[in-house]
Nanobody, 122 residues
Framework: VQLQASGGGLVQPGGSLRLSCAAS????????IGWFRQAPGKEREGVSC????????LYPDSVKGRFTISRDNDKNTVYLQMNMLKPEDTAVYYC????????????????WGQGTQVTVSS
């Protein structure tokens, strides 16, 4: 499977963006998928994950209540709806397949999409 992330841009604080992670080469419903982000000078951070089967989701406290991950298997795409964006959400966002999906954490695998820049600034 190959992944392609898109949808980033410049948005004011409090605004919204929807990121897309489109898959090709394989059916996305076979994979658990995560969104990760990395800001300059900071470590990579997981921001949401969705399982391959029942579509259960995980979020860290930093985005819980503001971000929503979903999947459309007919379109072979996973989405990340980001609302109430804050300047600290500024980062390059990546989608990736997961090698582990547990009750409290998910870990990325080896297949990554290219990043999409999200900048939250007035």
């Amino acid at each position: 499977v190959q992944l392609q992330a898109s949808g980033g841009g410049l948005v004011q604080p409090g605004g919204s963006l929807r990121l897309s992670c489109a898959a090709s080469g394989s059916a996305l419903h076979n994979y658990a998928i995560g969104w990760f982000r990395q800001a300059p000078g900071k470590e990579r951070e997981g921001v949401s994950c969705i399982s391959s089967s029942v579509g259960s989701t995980l979020y860290p406290d930093s985005v819980k209540g503001r971000f929503t991950i979903s999947r459309d298997n007919d379109k072979n795409t996973v989405y990340l709806q980001m609302n109430m964006l804050k300047p600290e959400d500024t980062a390059v966002y990546y989608c990736a397949t997961l090698r582990y999906y547990g009750d409290h954490e998910c870990l990325p695998g080896v297949i990554w999409g290219q990043g999409t820049q999200v900048t939250v600034s007035s």
